[in-house]
C-alpha cells in the first residue's frame, strides 16, 4: 500500500450525513419544509437536482466534508485493515473443492478455481448484501448488521440475485446452480463399474461375446466422459462471459 493512499482524504461510507433524515430535515427547512433531493436516479436527474438546488448542494458538501475530519483517524485504521484483510486472508486466494495434497493438472485447477470465484462469490458478497439490503428477512439481522464476520450463504446469495430482473443475474444463478449440482455427479466408472467387474480382464478372456460386451462398455463411459467434458467446457466459457458483472 503506498503511503499517499493511505492517508487520502475522505472514503465510501455506508452512510452519508448528506442522506440522513436530520438533513433532509434541513434541506426542508430551506425549501418550503419539502427536501428536493431524490432517493435516487439517474446522472441527468442528479445534474438537474444540483443545477437546481446548487445552495442546498453546499449543505450536503458541508455536512459530508465535516464527516470525513471527523472520521479520518478512522479511515486511516480501516485502510490498514483491509490491506491485511486482502494480502492475507481472501481476496486473491481461490478456495476449490480438489482434493489437498493431491496433484491436478493446470486445465482442472484453472476450471475449478474459476467456478471457487463465483461461489464465493454468491454466497460470500451476494449473501452479505442481501443480510444489508434485507435485514428483516434474515434469521439474525442484529447480528449479521453490526458485525465484521464473514458470511457464507448460498441461500442469501441466491434470494439477492433474485431481487433483480436483469438476465445476467439469472445467468449467475443458474450457473451457481449446476456447479452445486455438479458435486453429485456419479462417476462414468461407478455407473458402469459393476458391469466391468463381471466380465473382469478382457485379456483373459477367449469368447468373442465378452470381448464385444466389454468393448461396449467402455464405450459407453468414454461417451459418458465426453458428455462431461463438453458440459464443462461449456459451463466454463458461460461464465467468462459474464465474469464482468461478478462484482458487488
Known sequence: MKLKELFRFGDQRFVYWSCTKFTRKIRALFNN???????????EQWDDYKKAYSKLERIDDMLDFIQNVIYYPLDILNRIRIYFDNRWYQTHTAKTT?????????????FYCVFGLLEQFVEGECARLYIIC???KVKKPAFFKYTKKRVSNGEYGIKYLEESSDDRDKEIIFLYKWWKARETRLDPYEIYGKELDALGSPFRKQMKEERKSWVEIHNKISSLEKQY??????????????????WT
Not at 419544509?33 to 446522472?43: A, R
Open 229 to 246: 467434458a463438453d458440459q464443462d467446457e461449456e459451463m466454463l466459457n458461460r461464465v467468462i462471459t459474464i465474469r464482468k458483472w461478478l
Open 98 to 110: 480438489l482434493e489437498k495434497g493431491k496433484w491436478y493438472d493446470t486445465d482442472t485447477r484453472l
Open 33 to 43: 419544509k419539502v427536501d428536493p433531493k431524490p432517493s435516487f436516479g439517474t446522472s
Open 134 to 136: 434485507f435485514p428483516d
